[in-house]
């Protein structure tokens, strides 16, 4: 029913339970055209989307080390020159950033304003969208400020913060804001459909890749890519089946890794919380994910959490490299539902 050739061309799945691997294959290209690649196991995938769940992981640590607040103001960590965004932002807190309630918009393309500062470029944003208070939307902005503020905490540019905090003490081997093997899934050809993003709100920018060529081993995000320099909190990082399978482990241990407390169980637990309309503190709570929580992400990356019976589904896609790309949606939700089926609880 579902045959690799409508979604992508290659996909890694890993099936995990109370900490033992118990599927774990590939099937199908890591890269298809000019030549074929065969999917290996331990492939690298620019997982997008996914790099929030990492930033969460760095601001529960700061959280859970008392550097910083869930209710504090980002005015406390970022001051602007401009009075206006200040004004604007001053009451958003790390919470709201979080759970997607502060108000600002899903995207904005920061590379077509240039080299324009970060600080103009959101005053921009926010001089042409009002903040709806209150409405929960899911945005880029939001993580892309709670990186900033993890900068300002660690006094770090963020790639370096992000080893500190999370890579490095969960002894991640293929994780990175740059891919450290060269075992790599492709993804779209070009910015085909960040360009149609583009021009649907009238704007131009004249610097996208080549559309004949596929992005392999640079991150497909066009703010990461063209405006962030490839690190940012809401993508950019480069990961695999291995490495979120134990980042997956560490939220079901409740912020455990082998017998060391990472996060504190009681702010990991917050994070569980549905704060309105599906949003946890960076998780997705839907349908998607029966019993649990979890995330996607824009190349086709995606990680799934069952609270219940103590699993976790990591599943690589490299659905952009196809000629159209389509929403795969159906696919993880029948893989899901199938494991939820098949797997006991672990009480």
């Known amino acids: ?88 932002t001053k009451d958003i807190t790390i919470q709201q950033l979080l759970n997607h309630s502060s108000g600002l918009i899903p995207w904005f393309p920061f590379y077509v304003m240039g080299n324009r500062s970060f600080e103009d470029v959101l005053a921009y944003i926010i001089s042409k969208n009002s903040l709806k208070r209150g409405t929960v939307q899911y945005s880029d902005i939001n993580f892309i400020l709670l990186g900033k503020i993890i900068e300002k905490i660690n006094e770090k540019n963020l790639d370096s913060a992000m080893r500190e905090l999370v890579f490095n003490p969960l002894n991640l081997r293929d994780t990175d804001f740059k891919p450290l093997r060269n075992k790599i899934a492709a993804t779209e050809y070009g910015n085909k459909i960040e360009t149609s993003m583009v021009e649907e709100r009238g704007l131009s920018f004249e610097g996208f890749r080549d559309e004949s060529m596929a992005i392999v081993g640079k991150v497909n995000d066009g703010n990461c890519y063209y405006y962030f320099k490839g690190v940012a909190g809401h993508a950019g990082i480069f990961s695999s089946l291995n490495d979120l399978n134990i980042l997956c482990n560490l939220y079901l241990d409740k912020g455990s890794f082998n017998g060391k407390s990472i996060i504190l169980e009681e702010v990991v637990n917050k994070s569980f919380i549905n704060y309105g309309e599906g949003r946890g503190l960076g998780w997705q709570i839907s349908d998607l994910y029966p019993e649990g929580l979890g995330h996607t992400g824009f190349t086709g990356t995606s990680i799934y959490l069952n609270l219940k019976k103590g699993f976790n589904v990591v599943l690589l896609t490299n659905r952009l490299h196809v000629d159209k790309p389509v929403n795969i949606v159906e696919f993880r939700s029948a893989i899901h539902n199938k494991v939820m089926k098949n797997l006991k609880g672990e009480c």
């Open 1 to 88: 029913m579902y045959k690799q050739r409508d979604f992508f061309k290659g996909v890694n799945i890993l099936i995990s339970q109370g900490n033992k691997i118990i599927f774990k294959k590939s099937y199908g290209y890591a890269r298809y055209l000019p030549d074929k690649t065969k999917l290996e196991s331990n492939t690298i995938f620019d997982i997008a989307s996914l790099t929030k769940i990492f930033t969460l992981t760095a601001i529960l640590r700061l959280v859970s080390e008392k550097e910083i607040k869930l209710l504090d103001k980002l005015s406390r960590y970022l001051q602007f020159n401009n009075e206006e965004l200040n004004n604007a």
